[in-house]
């Protein structure tokens, strides 16, 4: 169970942006962890990107830099504003994830930054598979988020974490076998990786 400093974070953004970069440093500052998941990828300037449960633009404002086609989605209306702020070079949808207001095939890539560990088992199912059906054939969905640490010195300081500024579902998820999840539902996994003492997984997956 999470403490009020979780609503905290969420309620005020200087709050969340100084937990995010000190929970960053990990893997070597905010701007190298906001780009993670985008190693490697083949992006042109005209690729359709989705930043999947967006926030308040993290990731979004490295996307467009990459391509001027990029949509950002999420359920909150505050977030959503302060990603309009932030990067107003994006396009942005209200909706859930696991019911996109999208057609079939219309992504070349989805990219979701530290969100998937806020959804139940059912709703992670069928978000994946969301992501799944707007992708186009040979797309790419990359994420990264949190992983059981391999590394045990990790353990303590992701334990304290969790307990602060998360809740059950964060367990939840450090115990799935997302690799396994994405596979199961279509998805080709072409590289996982593993930082921060294996507390953070990078996961990118193409629809085949």
């Known amino acids: 169970m999470a403490t009020i400093l979780r609503d905290w974070s969420y309620r005020y953004q200087w709050l969340y942006d100084g937990i995010s970069g000190l929970a960053a440093l990990s ?8 780009q993670l998941a985008l190693q490697g990828l083949t992006i042109s300037s005209d690729s359709k990107i989705l930043d999947l449960c967006c926030g308040s633009g993290q990731a979004t404002q490295f996307l467009v830099k990459l391509s001027q086609n990029v949509t950002g989605l999420d359920a909150s209306p505050l977030s959503l504003k302060r990603a309009k702020q932030n990067v107003p ?3 942005y949808v209200e ?3 696991e019911n996109m207001p999208f057609a079939d095939g219309e992504f070349d890539v989805v990219h979701t930054s530290v969100a998937l560990h806020e959804m139940e088992p059912q709703q992670l199912q069928q978000i994946i598979s969301e992501v799944y059906r707007v992708l186009k054939p040979g797309g790419v969905f990359t994420l990264v988020d949190f992983h059981a640490p391999t590394n ?7 334990s304290l974490f969790l307990l602060l500024f998360e809740t059950e579902t964060a367990w939840q998820l450090i115990k799935t076998d997302l690799p396994k999840l994405l596979t199961e539902i279509g998805f080709e996994v072409s590289k996982t990786t593993l930082y921060a003492g294996g507390s953070l997984q990078v996961i990118q997956a193409k629809k085949s």
């Open 95 to 97: 909706a859930f994830a």
């Open 89 to 91: 070079s994006a396009f």
């Open 27 to 34: 893997v070597g500052g905010e701007t190298r962890f906001r």
């Open 152 to 158: 045990p010195i990790f353990w303590p300081g992701v």
